[in-house]
Structure formats: C-alpha cells, structure tokens
C-alpha cells in the first residue's frame, strides 16, 4: 500500500476529523481512509452527501460495548508507578 500526504489541511478540519475519529475510536489516518472509500465508493453525488451520511451512522465496524467491558477487564498493563 502507497502512502498519501495531504498539506495545506485547514486546523478547523484536522479537529473535525480527530473529534469524530475519537467519537468512532479510530485512528485519525484510519478514519480518513473511511472517509476516502465513502466518497468513492459512488454513493455520494456531493461533499454534503459525505457530510450527512458521517454524522446520521455510527462507525459500521465498532462495538462500543466490547470495548469498554475489554477496556474495564484488562486491568493495568503498565508496570511503571503512577
């Protein structure tokens, strides 16, 4: 797989994405791919379609609950003091 760089992303942006990769848990990078298949797939005619459709579904491949009962389960791991 090829890497992509994007410059010039305005900062309102880059806090847009890492609010809503953060609400989904994921990574910024992994969401932004999301994104990308979203609005290529053809499903959306505009980037208000793509818009709409990231904040009317939730991430399609994450369940809160198993994560938070993993999160609660697995106890510290670090060994490091507080």
């Known amino acids: 797989m090829s890497d992509l ?3 010039g992303v305005p900062d ?4 847009k994405l890492s ?3 953060d609400r989904n848990r994921r990574s910024r990078e992994k969401h ?3 994104l990308l298949e979203q609005s290529l797939s053809g499903e ?3 980037p208000a379609d793509l818009l709409n459709s990231i904040w009317n579904s939730p991430a399609p491949d994450v369940n809160l609950e198993k994560i938070e009962r ?4 697995r106890g510290r791991r670090s060994t ?3």
């Open 5 to 7: 760089l994007i410059r």
């Open 12 to 15: 309102e942006v880059i806090e």
């Open 19 to 21: 609010a809503e990769a």
């Open 32 to 34: 932004a791919l999301f």
């Open 44 to 46: 959306l005619e505009r």
């Open 70 to 73: 993993f999160q609660k389960e």
């Open 80 to 82: 490091r003091p507080l």
